[in-house]
Structure formats: C-alpha cells, structure tokens
C-alpha cells in the first residue's frame, strides 16, 4: 500500500491571504455560530431590514454557511494578483531585520 506524502504548498506562509482561506473561516465561524446560538441567528434576523430579506428568504439562511464554503473553493482556483510566492518569507526576514 502506498503511503500518502504531504507536501505543503510553495507559497504556504501566505495562506492567510487567500481568499479561499478567508472564506472557509467566515464560513465556518457563521456555522458554528448559528449552531452554538440558534436564538440569536434568529434575532439578528429579525433585525434586518425587509428588502435585504427578500434578497435571502428564511429557509435559506442554513444553507449560506455551505455556499461560502463553496465559493472559497472557487476562489482556491482563481489566481490572486496580488499574493506571490515567497512574498511571506520575504515579509518575515523584514519584521526579523
């Protein structure tokens, strides 16, 4: 049986500037939270105004913390302009200097 080999990726110091990152955290966090306080999610609901209602009806809502998780595997696809490889290691050596 072959064993599995991890390799991290060349520009891994940077991963806190990608956008799929980013999104798998909000994601994440926006799950947890209207798991952990359901009552809440549900009053910040009520809070929001009717037209930015209409945009997202109820029965959707549990469904936002799945499309971001899709949508940050779509931006894992896209090439950021503004990262490059190495750019984190090169930040270090400057905070170390």
Do not use: C
């Not at 696809?77 to 400057?94: F, R, T, W, Y």
């Amino acid at each position: 049986m072959n064993k599995l080999k991890l390799e991290l990726i060349e520009d891994w110091r940077n991963f806190w500037r990608f956008w799929s990152v980013r999104l798998g955290i909000i994601g994440s966090a926006l799950t947890g939270f209207l798991i952990a306080f359901p009552d809440q999610a549900l009053q910040a609901w009520a809070l929001l105004p009717a037209d930015l209602k209409a945009y997202l009806p109820e029965r959707y809502m549990p469904l936002v913390g799945v499309a971001i998780f899709v949508l940050s595997l779509i931006a894992r696809v896209i090439k950021q302009s503004k990262l490059q490889p190495n750019q984190g290691a090169e930040d270090d050596k400057q905070s170390q200097a």
